[in-house]
């Protein structure tokens, strides 16, 4: 990747969309992880102001260390750089006991996640400014790996065309510290501090070939599969009239994977099905007039 060619693509781009938009800056949630540490770089290199916005919630302490050191680093080196803490744990746990029931788990961390989306909005909308998302291809348009409301719900998607390997080597050529770069990827959503790839069950360079693999056979991902003795697809022979491929290519296709690949294919394309409605707008019932 040519990072001096892609960096200059963002920033213009960034820089267009403010100017579209009438807005004044950009307001950036700041998790201490390397997406988020990319994402308000590239906002501060357009040298519009940055509002970067760290939001603890029972917050792992080497967190919330690599997010201060990052957000430091950050008004060190540019101009019109503002950093906040709002530590959102007491709201937190007012709002989980005044839904008056136990929530899962799964429930906790979503809100967790929306409560960090209502702060970054509270702020935009005081400021003026464009709620920069950090999000990158892989979650949120390959596997819907993010909140929908809450992480999911943004102005602008800067590195949303960007894998995850390319987000670690730009935010390497950036000027990221280098350990935010090499720590290991997690949403810090999560009490037991998991990561990303624990929790998806493979790793980002394993999604990305998984990726790759389904955008040069685009037809499987409009199947339903099960998994039996191998990966099996069903609705094969109704879509392959279409496609041009019978069943016979579509198998070759798949077989000519490791063992691995297909465990990870069959991880990416389930959650991709599974969470295709949070990568598209909602549908809407048409009412006939």
């Known amino acids: ?19 579209a938009s009438g807005q004044k800056g950009f307001v950036v949630g700041i998790s201490g992880g390397v997406d988020s540490a990319l994402v308000s770089t590239l906002c501060a290199e357009t040298g519009y102001p940055v509002l970067c916005l760290s939001m603890p919630i029972l917050q792992a302490p080497d967190q919330l260390f690599k997010a201060r050191l990052h957000m430091e680093w950050l008004k060190s080196t540019y101009k019109h750089i503002e950093n906040m803490e709002v530590d959102l744990t007491e709201t937190f746990q007012i709002m989980l006991k005044s839904l008056g029931r136990t929530v899962s788990e799964l429930s906790e961390v979503n809100t967790r996640s929306r409560l960090r989306m209502t702060t970054l909005y509270a702020m935009s909308n005081d400021l ?21 409301g809450g992480d999911g719900q943004v ?53 990305e070939i998984a990726m790759d693999f389904c955008n040069q056979n685009p037809y499987l991902s409009l199947t339903v599969y099960n998994k039996l003795d191998n990966i099996l697809w069903t609705r094969l022979l109704r879509i392959s009239s279409y496609l041009g491929h019978g069943v016979g290519y579509i198998k070759r296709k798949v077989e000519e994977l490791t063992p ?5 294919l069959e991880i990416y394309l389930k959650r991709h099905e599974a969470t295709a409605h949070k990568m598209c707008m909602p549908p809407v019932c048409p009412i006939e007039r």
């Open 155 to 207: 102005d602008c998607s800067p590195i949303g065309d960007l894998k995850k390997t390319e987000v670690w080597e730009l935010a390497k050529y950036v000027g990221v510290d280098d350990s935010i770069v090499k720590a290991k990827p997690t949403d810090g959503l999560w009490n037991d501090n998991r990561g990303d790839e624990d929790a998806i069950g493979a790793s980002y360079p394993e999604l």
């Open 128 to 148: 003026g400014y464009l709620v920069a998302g950090t999000g990158n291809k892989i979650e949120d348009y390959g596997i819907g790996f993010f909140t929908l």
């Open 260 to 264: 691995r690949q297909r465990e990870v």
């Open 1 to 19: 990747m040519d990072c001096r060619k892609v960096k200059e693509t963002i920033v213009n781009w960034l820089v267009a969309q403010l100017k």
